[in-house]
């Protein structure tokens, strides 16, 4: 039986892990996207976001991190993810129909995601749930250190 649960402090090995090993989750080739420091503070701070893990006999096939941009009334998708075995199942349509309703149970207006220009089966998975695609942009990043 196929469950969406929200991620508990203890899920933070197994995300990290998949973050950061899956190459369409990257948004450059350097690997390590994903600072364990932010994992932390969104697996920590759930008024500001939401970690949804899906499960099937507890075992982990999927997840998805929203951002809440509050005083906008705005949430963002930032990553979804289904373990390949478990694609094409509808696991990516229940974990997206998750976070849209607890977006709207928490009177957020809207919910946005990006999707990679290569990531077609996402972009048809998102135009099938009723998203409309904007524009197309690049992606840039400075990081402090």
Not at 32 to 39: A, F, G, N, S
Not at 85 to 96: C, D, H, L, N, T
């Amino acid at each position: 039986m196929i469950k969406i649960r929200k991620a508990k402090t203890s899920d933070f090995q197994l995300l990290w892990k998949v973050l950061n090993e899956t190459p369409e989750l990257q948004s450059d080739s350097d690997g390590d996207t994903y600072d364990k420091m932010w994992l932390k503070e969104v697996l920590s701070s759930s008024k500001e976001n939401l970690v949804l893990i899906g499960e099937e006999n507890k075992k982990f096939i999927g997840f998805a991190i929203v951002h809440y941009l509050r005083s906008v009334k705005q949430s963002l998708i930032n990553d979804l993810f289904v373990v390949k075995e478990y694609r094409k199942k509808g696991i990516a349509s229940m974990i997206m129909r998750e976070c849209e309703k607890d977006a709207q149970e928490k009177g957020f207006r809207y919910i946005t995601g990006f999707v990679r220009t290569t990531n077609k089966k996402m972009q048809k998975l998102k135009e099938k749930l009723g998203y409309k695609k904007g524009n197309s942009f690049y992606f840039y990043e400075k990081r402090f250190k």
